[in-house]
């Protein structure tokens, strides 16, 4: 497993850009699918986005054409860029990593983006 600490979290108003980032500890971050989850409040923890390896990326419904996931591996940071950001977007973010997509194993502790009108 690796540590994970999550940053960039904050108000932003609807039709805003956020940048959140993914710190991860240890040296296997090369070798890990990364992801980003949602859960707002009331609701189930849903993925947003993930990111393989080798770079493959995939999103929400919800979120395609708004959000963009990307990693650098030399910073061992994944970071979703969020745009055009909609009050339904508010929610506590998670950070999670692991062999793939589908297998995560290491968890953020979250950070809150909170959009307003």
């Known amino acids: 497993q690796v540590q994970l600490v999550e940053s960039g979290g904050g108000l932003v108003q609807a039709g805003g850009s956020l940048r959140l980032s993914c710190a991860a500890s240890?040296?296997?971050?090369?070798?890990?699918?990364a992801g980003w989850y949602r859960q707002a409040s009331g609701e189930q923890r849903e993925l947003v986005a993930s990111i393989t390896i080798g770079g493959n990326t995939n999103y929400a419904e919800s979120v395609k054409g708004r959000f963009t996931i990307s990693r650098v591996n030399a910073e061992k940071t994944v970071y979703p860029q969020m745009t055009n950001l909609k009050l339904e977007d508010t929610a506590v973010y998670y950070c999670?990593?692991?062999?793939?997509?589908?297998?995560?194993?290491?968890w953020g502790q979250g950070t809150q983006v909170t959009v307003s009108s």
């Open positions: 240890g040296n296997i971050f090369v070798n890990n699918a």
């Open positions: 999670a990593m692991g062999p793939t997509p589908r297998n995560f194993d290491s």
